[in-house]
């Protein structure tokens, strides 16, 4: 929830602000000029970044090859694209970052280590997790029904394994 208002409340007041204080020192009307111009430039950018991961991804899958890194280079270049056609200083920044190829080696390679780790914790969650069962748990494959199948139809398996 944190994340949402930072998101949507935190990162526009201060783009707002930081318009203003451009706005101030160059003009407003230059300050307008800035903000279409990178609208333009980003989609354009965007547009031709799409589309050279686009051919980069259809020929690794013709060749049978995982297309892993286009998968998520397409993913961060959408996401620039977004930030560029959102006006402000910041936004823009972050959109030029995430579209240019030498940059966006960076960030993919940033992102991947973020979500490896992510990965691997949920993982070992899930490990600890699954090992946690207490021995009369009724999830634990171990456990011996003293029942019939009719009253647990879960526990039919264990119902054969037990001889009954």
């Keep these: 929830m944190p994340w949402l208002f930072i998101l949507f409340v935190v990162v526009p007041a201060f783009e707002l602000y ?3 204080q451009i706005g101030q020192v160059i003009g407003a009307l230059e300050t307008f000029g800035i903000i279409l111009g990178t609208g333009l430039v ?6 031709t970044q799409g ?4 051919k980069n991804l259809n ?3 013709t060749t049978g090859q995982i297309p ?7 993913v961060i270049i959408l ?3 977004a930030f560029l056609l959102t006006p402000g200083v910041l ?4 959109g030029l970052l995430g579209l240019l190829p030498v940059t966006r080696a960076i960030v993919r390679k940033s992102l991947l280590a973020f979500l490896s780790g992510r990965i691997s914790l949920e993982m070992s969650d899930t490990l600890r997790r699954s090992q946690s069962f207490e021995p009369d748990s009724p999830l634990d494959p171990e456990t011996k ?13 264990t119902q054969r394994t037990n001889g009954s």
């Excluded at 589309?51 to 686009?54: A, F, G």
């Excluded at 029904?145 to 398996?157: H, L, N, R, V």
């Design 79 to 81: 996401v620039s694209g």
């Design 145 to 157: 029904w003293s029942g019939t199948a009719s009253q647990s139809p879960g526990y039919m398996d």
């Design 18 to 20: 930081l318009l203003i």
């Design 91 to 94: 936004t823009d920044v972050v």
């Design 42 to 47: 980003g989609s354009w950018m965007a547009k």
């Design 51 to 54: 589309l050279s991961v686009w």
């Design 68 to 74: 892993g890194k286009e998968l998520l280079d397409g």
């Design 59 to 61: 020929h690794r899958l």
